[in-house]
């Protein structure tokens, strides 16, 4: 994802969060630190949430396998649930666990428009989701 897009698609969703009772920011040092960062934390004091925010306008997403191992690392140590957002351009923004993710042959993350539609939660049930 190409910076200024990421970073309008990380406020985006910033202020989805926010206007959904969710204490939310932006982490200053996701992609710039050797330790595991999120995009997003977020809580409502009942549920705490790590994301890595993903925005494009093709069909497809590879994410790095390590990018996904810091995700699940960080969240684990934070008490945080690990969710991969995707937002494809008309279509809107996809959750899904890491468990849910198809894998290349290498250990990439590969995130098809049809899977997010498929096993990806909507903005509405990730916020609604209780566990």
């Given at each position: 994802?190409?910076?200024i897009?990421?970073?309008?698609?990380?406020?985006?969703?910033?202020?989805?969060?926010?206007?959904?009772?969710?204490?939310?920011?932006?982490?200053?040092?996701?992609?710039?630190?050797?330790?595991?960062?999120?995009?997003?934390?977020?809580?409502?004091?009942?549920?705490?949430?790590?994301?890595?925010?993903?925005?494009?306008?093709?069909?497809?997403?590879?994410?790095?396998?390590?990018?996904?191992?810091?995700?699940?690392?960080?969240?684990?140590?934070?008490?945080?649930e690990?969710?991969?957002?995707?937002?494809?351009?008309?279509?809107?923004?996809?959750f899904?666990?890491?468990?849910?993710?198809?894998?290349?042959?290498?250990?990439?993350?590969?995130?098809?428009?049809?899977?997010?539609?498929?096993?990806?939660?909507?903005?509405?049930?990730?916020?609604?989701?209780?566990?």
């Amino acid at each position: 994802m190409g910076k200024i897009k990421g970073t309008r698609a990380e406020r985006e969703l910033v202020h989805m969060l926010w206007s959904s009772d969710f204490a939310a920011l932006r982490a200053a040092g996701s992609g710039s630190t050797p330790l595991p960062c999120p995009d997003i934390i977020a809580g409502n004091g009942i549920r705490k949430l790590a994301i890595e925010c993903k925005s494009l306008k093709d069909k497809a997403e590879y994410i790095k396998k390590e990018k996904v191992e810091e995700l699940i690392h960080f969240a684990k140590k934070f008490g945080a649930e690990p969710w991969i957002a995707i937002r494809f351009d008309n279509e809107g923004w996809f959750f899904l666990n890491h468990e849910d993710v198809e894998r290349s042959k290498e250990g990439s993350y590969i995130i098809p428009l049809e899977l997010a539609r498929e096993r990806g939660l909507t903005f509405k049930e990730l916020i609604e989701k209780v566990y």
